[in-house]
């Protein structure tokens, strides 16, 4: 594994996984793009995803709702009200920080004053943030007596009292902008899958208990985005939305629980590097019953979370539906005038209409590409002595499946020769299969090593039966194969390298 950020920062960059966002006018905070290989690597652990919840099981639906949302879904289901996170500013150079991180980020005799000034105990940390929140005039003292500096300056600060911050992105809709023609980026997936949840029960015939699975943008205008991908402002999430009846939520919460570590595993995050977290109560989100963080070793950061599955429920199906008060709900919900729609589902023993519970997986696109990079990182000694960097990734993720080399680029018989060696390859499905005609062999190993293509394939003179003298002709047709992780050379004929990719790749 990675033994730090930066090391994965700049292969990334190197590479061509990750660039900042609009780099050329100086970078936009928050904002990140897939370069050419990031974007195969994204949209591989989106497949697994995808096929393990949706096309793996017989309970699932998929869906794919727009990003930006009517103001009243945002209003009734707390959004609006609820998701902010508390921020200070500094009056002596105007920066604005997220409360926990800024106490977060100080030196720890720091932290215990701050403890110490609000009567709290430093190895608790929640507690002290919430302590924090709740008393502004006070935590505005704490933080000034306690010297807690400004990350930006490392000078201290002169702090404001901790302030709400909403951290929803805005935007107008349509040619007038009055009052009312405004709508939210979502902030996450999840509110599209209980607008359609009428929808999908009426087209589908569902019953339940079943999801529906969703992979999409969310937005969050996060008051200190940082840690290169780990914490951005537009990101994606794959999310699933559990439907089922009452009493029988908490079994299917461990259901889940059980079922996404073992797909953590399967994309090469083990178990052993992700600690589940049984949120306490006074930190539960405002919709949730219960909730366990999957929090995942992250290289320099420690554990932090990539996934969250939650029990919210009848939260949500409760706060969008009409009638709110003849259906029985559970949950503490606001009252909804607006909505047209009665979100149950008939019982499946009583055939009585009920508002079912809901566990939400929630995982993050780019905190997975992280852990599933900083996983795959290895730096390794050969027997020459030589250092080799080389992603060992799981061979469904990696982002070039096979790379095609011809021994010379200047040498038309082998380059022709390899780009329909490619083709043929590419006509099996795997993913991408990479003509490299770059030229040096050496280059090309090492650079298909540090993205993590399992196989590469190189034709050179012996394949055209022409190597120098007194040419081998039993090797004619035969091309290498390279492995990435033994570094085992396999001469194969070429009729046979369709099956033999495919069975290894499969
Ligand atoms: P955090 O406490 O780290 O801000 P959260 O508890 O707000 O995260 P959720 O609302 O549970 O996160 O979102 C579900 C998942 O979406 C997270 O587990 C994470 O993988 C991802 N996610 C949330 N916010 C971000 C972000 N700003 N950047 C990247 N991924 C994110």
Request: hydrophobic share 35%; proline share 5%; charged share 30%.
């Amino acid at each position: 594994p990675a033994s730090s950020m930066e090391e994965l920062v700049s292969l990334c960059k190197r590479r061509g996984f990750i660039f900042q966002g609009s780099e050329i006018y100086g970078g936009l905070q928050g904002f990140y793009d897939y370069g050419p290989l990031g974007v195969e690597l994204k949209n591989n652990i989106k497949a697994a995803w995808w096929r393990s919840n949706v096309y793996e099981r017989d309970d699932m639906e998929g869906l794919d709702s727009s990003i930006i949302m009517h103001r009243l879904v945002l209003r009734h289901s707390g959004h609006e009200a609820t998701f902010s996170d508390p921020m200070v500013d500094n009056k002596k150079n105007n920066k604005r920080y997220r409360l926990d991180h800024l106490v977060k980020d100080q030196k720890a005799d720091v932290i215990a004053k701050v403890a110490a000034e609000m009567g709290e105990d430093a190895s608790n940390f929640p507690a002290l943030v919430a302590a924090l929140n709740k008393q502004a005039a006070r935590a505005s003292e704490a933080l000034k007596t306690a010297g807690v500096r400004d990350p930006f300056s490392g000078e201290v600060g002169d702090w404001t009292e901790p302030k709400p911050f909403n951290m929803m992105f805005k935007t107008t809709i349509g040619p007038i902008a009055d009052e009312e023609s405004y709508g939210y980026l979502r902030p996450e997936t999840a509110q599209g899958i209980f607008t359609n949840f009428k929808n999908v029960v009426d087209s589908t015939s569902r019953r339940l208990p079943f999801g529906i699975a969703q992979i999409g943008k969310a937005f969050r205008n996060e008051i200190t985005p940082r840690n290169f991908i780990f914490r951005v402002r537009e990101l994606e999430q794959m999310e699933i939305e559990f439907f089922c009846v009452p009493g029988t939520d908490e079994q299917w919460h461990e259901h889940w629980l059980e079922r996404r570590l073992s797909w953590w595993e399967a994309q090469g995050v083990p178990r052993s590097k992700i600690e589940i977290l049984d949120v306490p109560k006074e930190d539960l989100a405002h919709y949730s019953k219960r909730t366990y963080d999957l929090m995942y070793d992250y290289p320099t950061l420690g554990h932090e979370e990539i996934e969250g599955i939650a029990n919210r429920s009848d939260y949500d199906l409760g706060s969008h539906t009409k009638s709110q008060a003849e259906l029985g709900l559970v949950a503490k919900v606001e009252e909804n005038l607006d909505s047209i729609a009665k979100l149950t589902i008939p019982h499946p023993e009583t055939n009585k209409p009920v508002v079912p519970f809901v566990i939400e997986p929630s995982a993050g696109v780019d905190r997975a590409m992280l852990a599933v990079l900083s996983e795959a990182f290895t730096k390794e000694t050969l027997e020459n002595g030589n250092e080799r960097i080389v992603l060992k990734l799981r061979p469904h993720l990696a982002p070039i499946k096979v790379a095609v080399i011809p021994l010379a680029r200047n040498k038309p018989e082998l380059v022709e020769l390899a780009r329909s060696i490619k083709n043929d390859l590419q006509k099996l499905g795997l993913g991408r299969i990479l003509l490299e005609d770059s030229g040096n062999i050496g280059k090309a190993y090492r650079r298909h090593d540090e993205v993590g293509t399992p196989f590469c394939v190189t034709v050179d003179f012996d394949t055209i039966g022409q190597s120098a003298e007194g040419a081998d002709q039993s090797l004619k047709d035969t091309v290498t194969i390279r492995d990435r992780d033994t570094l085992q050379q396999e001469r194969i004929q070429i009729s046979e390298l369709s099956a033999w990719i495919q069975a290894k790749l499969r």
